[in-house]
């Protein structure tokens, strides 16, 4: 584990997604719509345009495919993506909403593949969007990274994946690391409760961090676990009996719209009068909470994302570009989907085709699969899942408002290998068994 102080704080407020949606629904960034799919490496760009996950979570996503792609198409990315386009052919994006739920997903992405010609998909925040896209991502041998969703059984349900990659981190790493983290800041809290969403994501990350609990703080006591339907709104009757319970550690995953209402809700109520909220996605709201959560609410950006990003050359460009284009500093899922166009320009760049020419799909998957590339992130390693799942640090810190300006404090980092199951370990049997082979230095 190693301590961090936090980078300059921002100082701008978040600007209205209004041209940034009315752009992102039109169907491309970065390109016009003329070229024809032999001209132009076509991707999908998945991510919610509308409904509760929009504004904290997909429109800035949105926004940062729009950025990264004009600077791949311009040749304006620092080494080693500063050639022009992927292999020297330009990008074209096609965005598609990710809102109406897991069905109309698979239906939207068959659509993506079989009458748009893609040659990749990008996408996807929902763990039951991804669950769904999957096993279809392998039937239709579709190239499909999933930059954003955690949950750790992505890779249960395709089995030998060929086709489907995740250049983010799992629920496992963010619940491993946040225990860690008060392990190490607040050992001596004993009553810990919960609020995740009821369904797959929220009961991944509730299984997770209360085995790791259990193993690190066998000391704590669980006094309660709420389990509010996704992007419910009002969480009065959860709130009244978190109160009740009179936790010392309020941890919930919930994400977007449903973690920033839960907080101002719990805020207002004196919740987290004498509890802390320990919040895994709560980076997404650092520039968005103000006075809305406590000084001192315990937030992770699901790996080093967002504020957590480290001061490096990829990083400063791709923040002085966003800030430039959008009015604010960009949020984790931001730095996911770059990181994730990234991944792919490295992979084709790598596939062996001549300067110019597409590379066929299992080229491109070849070339990522192991792979080992730079990021706004600092280093991606794909050494998981036969390949196909990436594995970073995690780090978590402390939210603080003066009135004006949010910052981070008391940021720690934690290695892969503190946080990540060895390749082929089931994670609940690695953390139930101690962290076995665990190097936390």
Not at 44 to 54: E, H, M, P, R, W
Not at 392 to 417: C, I, K, W
Request: glycine share 10%; net charge negative.
């Amino acid at each position: 584990m190693t301590q961090q102080s936090h980078r300059t704080p921002w100082s701008r407020r978040l600007a209205t997604a209004g041209s940034a949606l009315a752009l992102a629904t039109a169907g491309t960034l970065g390109v016009t719509t003329t070229a024809s799919a032999d001209e132009t490496f076509r991707v999908g760009i998945v991510t919610f345009l509308s409904g509760a996950a929009s504004g904290p979570f997909g429109v800035p996503a949105a926004n940062a495919a729009e950025v990264i792609v004009d600077g791949i198409n311009a040749g304006e990315l620092p080494a080693p993506y500063d050639s022009v386009g992927v292999n020297g052919v330009q990008i074209e994006t096609i965005v598609i909403d990710e809102e109406g739920g897991a069905s109309r997903q698979v239906e939207e992405y068959r659509n993506l593949v079989e009458r748009r010609n893609v040659d990749a998909v990008i996408g996807y925040i929902s763990s039951g969007d991804c669950l769904a896209i999957g096993p279809v991502a392998e039937e239709l041998e579709m190239l499909t990274i999933a930059f954003d969703c955690g949950t750790p059984r992505l890779f249960d349900e395709v089995e030998n994946p060929q086709y489907l990659f995740r250049t983010g981190l799992d629920a496992v790493a963010d619940n491993v690391g946040a225990v860690r983290y008060l392990l190490d800041t607040q050992p001596d809290v004993r009553r810990i409760a919960g609020l995740q969403q009821n369904y797959a994501w929220g009961h991944d990350s509730w299984r997770d961090f209360t085995a790791a609990l259990g193993t690190l703080m066998p000391d704590a006591e669980i006094v309660s676990s709420q389990m509010p339907q996704i992007f419910q709104g009002n969480y009065g009757s959860e709130i009244s009996s978190l109160q009740t319970s009179r936790p010392d550690i309020v941890h919930s995953s919930a994400w977007g719209g449903d973690m920033e209402a839960f907080m101002s809700q719990a805020t207002a109520r004196g919740l987290l009068d004498n509890a802390t909220a320990l919040l895994t996605t709560g980076e997404s709201g650092v520039h968005r909470f103000g006075d809305r959560a406590p000084n001192g609410t315990i937030v992770g950006g699901r790996g080093p994302f967002g504020e957590f990003a480290p001061d490096n050359e990829l990083n400063d460009w791709f923040t002085e570009r966003y800030v430039e284009a959008h009015g604010t500093q960009p949020s984790y899922p931001s730095h996911k989907m770059a990181q994730a166009i990234l991944g792919l320009k490295y992979a084709v760049d790598n596939a062996g085709a001549d300067e110019g020419t597409k590379p066929s799909t299992e080229a491109i998957a070849d070339a990522l699969r192991g792979a080992e590339f730079p990021s706004v992130s600092g280093t991606v390693y794909m050494d998981r899942a036969g390949g196909h799942q990436a594995v970073q640090p995690m780090l978590y810190g402390e939210y603080h408002f003066d009135g004006e300006t949010p910052s981070l404090e008391n940021v720690r980092a934690y290695s892969a290998e503190c946080v990540t199951a060895p390749e082929g370990e089931d994670p609940i049997e690695w953390i139930e068994a101690g962290f076995p082979g665990v190097d936390c230095d």
